[in-house]
Every structure is written in C-alpha cells, then in structure tokens.
C-alpha cells in the first residue's frame, strides 16, 4: 500500500513504484502504464472522478506491474 503524503500525485506515485521496480528512471510510456492500472486499482478509493484530486492520508494499494 501507499499512504499519500503532500505534494503526492498517481503520477509521482507511479513513477517512484516503477522507478524502484526497474532500478533505473522510467520513461514517461513505462509511468504512464502503470499510472493507468495504479489508478484504475484504486477507483473506489478516490474522493471524486478525479483522480487528480488525493489528500495526504490516503491509502491506495499498489497493483503489480
């Protein structure tokens, strides 16, 4: 799991889960796969249709990649 912190965002979290998967910076195509499925997973969780919109405290499950 992921608990938000400030300044968090799915891409930020996205790109920090596949960067430590990868062990190397990932491309913006690599994030934006995992954005995808990372927000997808956690559709239930958000707080409006947007997933733009998180608040620190959150908690979002991080799917496999």
Do not use: K
Request: proline content about 12%; charged content about 20%; cysteine-free.
């Amino acid at each position: 799991t992921w608990t938000v912190a400030a300044g968090d965002s799915f891409w930020s979290i996205a790109e920090r889960v596949v960067e430590s998967m990868l062990g190397r910076p990932p491309s913006d195509p690599e994030v934006d796969g995992y954005w995808r499925t990372l927000v997808a997973a956690n559709a239930d969780r958000l707080v409006s249709p947007s997933p733009d919109l998180i608040h620190p405290g959150q908690v979002f499950v991080l799917p496999p990649h």
